[in-house]
C-alpha cells in the first residue's frame, strides 16, 4: 500500500495535533484515515512516519527541543499502537521476531516494522528497544522463528549489530536487517553478515520468500579494518574520555555538564556516536559511514550557532587520538 493514499490535508491535520502535542486530536485523524483507507499501513507510513521525519528535522535545526522531540514520538507510539490495533494479526503459522539492536533506544521504527507486517498477514512478536544478544537467542530458542527482523537507526550501532547477526545466525535462522544505519544499497548488511536487506517492510515482505529456512553461521571478518574494530571497540570509552577533555581544551569550554540544547551539549553528547560510528565504519569497510556522521555534525552544529572551531577541533583530536590505526586514519581523512 503506497502513501499516495493519503491526502495532504490529512497529513497537515495529523502534524498540526502533533506539534500540539494533541494526542486525541492526533488519534482521531488516525482513526479517520484508518476508516477512509483501512489500511494500517497507509496510516504508518503516510502519517507517522511522515511526522517523525518533520520531528528530526526541527530538531536538526535546532528549532525543536529534544523534550519537544520526546513528546512528539510519544504521541507517534501511542497512535501506532491504536491503529495496530485494528489488526489483530494470525495466532498460528510462521513467526517474524522483530527487534531493535543492543543499545538502541529508537524503539518507533521497530514497532511500524512489527505493525506492517502483521498487517501483511505475518505472526509477529516485538522485543521492542536494546534488545540484548542473551535475550534475543533465548527468545529464538524458545520461540523457532521463520527470521529475525533487526532495525538499527544508528551508524554507531552497526558493531553490535554485527555482533547481534553473529548470533542469530548461530542459531541457523535468517536474519534481515534494515532502519537508518543502513545504504540503500544494502552494502553495510551484506558486508555484516545478514542475510538480507530492506529499506521498509513492503521490501522486507519480497525478501522474506526468497530466504532459506536454515543459514549457516556468519562467515569471520578477517581484514585489517576488522581488527582495528575489534582493537577499538575495547578502548571507546577511554577514547570518547580523551577526545572530549582535548576538544573542550581547545575551544575553552569547562568540562562539566552541558545542557542538551546547546551546542556544546549536542557535541558532548554525539561523541560517543562519532567513536562508535568510526568503528561502525571499520565494521563495514564503509568510508561514508564517518562522512555521513560529519555531515550532520556541521547541519546540526551550525544551526545552533557552534564555535566555528568545533568541528576541526574535534576532528583533530580524533585523528591524533586514532594515530596509530591506520585504518582509521584512511577513513578519517577521506570523510
Ligand atoms: C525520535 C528520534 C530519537 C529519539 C528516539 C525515541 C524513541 N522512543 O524512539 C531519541 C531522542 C531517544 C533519539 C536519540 C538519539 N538519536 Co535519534 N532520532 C529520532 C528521529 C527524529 C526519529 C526516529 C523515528 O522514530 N523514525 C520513524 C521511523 C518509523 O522511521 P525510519 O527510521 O525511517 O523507519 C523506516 C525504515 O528505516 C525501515 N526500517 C527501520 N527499521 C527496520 C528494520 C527492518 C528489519 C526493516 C526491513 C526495515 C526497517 O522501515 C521503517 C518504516 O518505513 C530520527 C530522525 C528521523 N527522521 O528518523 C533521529 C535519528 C535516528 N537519531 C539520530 C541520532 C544520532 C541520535 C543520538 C545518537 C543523538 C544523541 N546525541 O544522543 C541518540 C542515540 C540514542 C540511542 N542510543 O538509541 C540520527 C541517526 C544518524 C545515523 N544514522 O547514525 C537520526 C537519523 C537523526 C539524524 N538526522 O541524524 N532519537
Given amino acids: 500500500m503506497s502513501t499516495e493514499v493519503v491526502h495532504p490535508d490529512e497529513v497537515e491535520s495529523y502534524w498540526a495535533a502533533v506539534r500540539g502535542t494533541d494526542l486525541e486530536g492526533a488519534a482521531a485523524v488516525a482513526e479517520a484515515v484508518y476508516r477512509r483507507t483501512s489500511s494500517v499501513e497507509a496510516v504508518l ?3 507517522v512516519v511522515e511526522s517523525q521525519q518533520r520531528v528530526g528535522s ?3 535545526h535546532g528549532e525543536w527541543t529534544v523534550a519537544d522531540e520526546h513528546a512528539a514520538t510519544a504521541i ?9 490495533l485494528h489488526v489483530p494479526g494470525p495466532q498460528t503459522g510462521p513467526l517474524l521476531l522483530v527487534s531493535c539492536v543492543e543499545r538502541e533506544w529508537h524503539a518507533l521504527p521497530a514497532l511500524v516494522v512489527t505493525l506492517v507486517m502483521r498487517a501483511r498477514g505475518w505472526r509477529t512478536e516485538l522485543l ?3 534488545t540484548s544478544r542473551d535475550e534475543l537467542v533465548d527468545r529464538i530458542l524458545d520461540q523457532g522463528p521463520r ?3 533487526l532495525s538499527a537507526s544508528l551508524a554507531s550501532s552497526l558493531p553490535r549489530t554485527r555482533r547481534q547477526v553473529e548470533a542469530v545466525r548461530g542459531t541457523g535462522t535468517p536474519v534481515v536487517v534494515g532502519g537508518r544505519a543502513f545504504d540503500a544499497a544494502g552494502r553495510r548488511a551484506e558486508r555484516i553478515g545478514a542475510s538480507a536487506h530492506a529499506t521498509g517492510p513492503a521490501e522486507a515482505a519480497a525478501r522474506l520468500d526468497a530466504l532459506p529456512h536454515h543459514v549457516p553461521p556468519a562467515p569471520p571478518l578477517r581484514d585489517a579494518a576488522a581488527r582495528e574494530a575489534a582493537d577499538l571497540q575495547a578502548r571507546t570509552g577511554d577514547v570518547v574520555r580523551r577526545v572530549m577533555l582535548v576538544t573542550f581544551a581547545t575551544l575553552d569550554l569547562p568540562p562539566e555538564e ?6 556544546s551539549g549536542v557535541l558532548a553528547g554525539f ?6 560510528g568510526v568503528v561502525g565504519a571499520l565494521v563495514t569497510d564503509d568510508p561514508t559511514v564517518v562522512a555521513e556522521t560529519r555531515s550532520w555534525l556541521v547541519e546540526v552544529l551550525g544551526a545552533r550557532l557552534a564555535d566555528p572551531r568545533a568541528l576541526d577541533a574535534l576532528w583533530g583530536a580524533l585523528e591524533h587520538e586514532l594515530r596509530d590505526y591506520p585504518e582509521v586514519t584512511r577513513l578519517l581523512a577521506s570523510a
Fill in 45 to 47: 507510513q503516510g502519517l
Fill in 58 to 60: 526541527l530538531w536538526a
Fill in 76 to 84: 507517534n507510539e501511542v497512535v501506532a499502537h491504536r491503529i495496530g
Fill in 128 to 130: 521492542g528497544a536494546n
Fill in 147 to 149: 527470521a529475525v527482523l
Fill in 258 to 263: 552541558h545542557a542538551p540544547d546547546l551546542w
Fill in 271 to 276: 561523541l560517543p556516536h562519532v567513536v562508535d
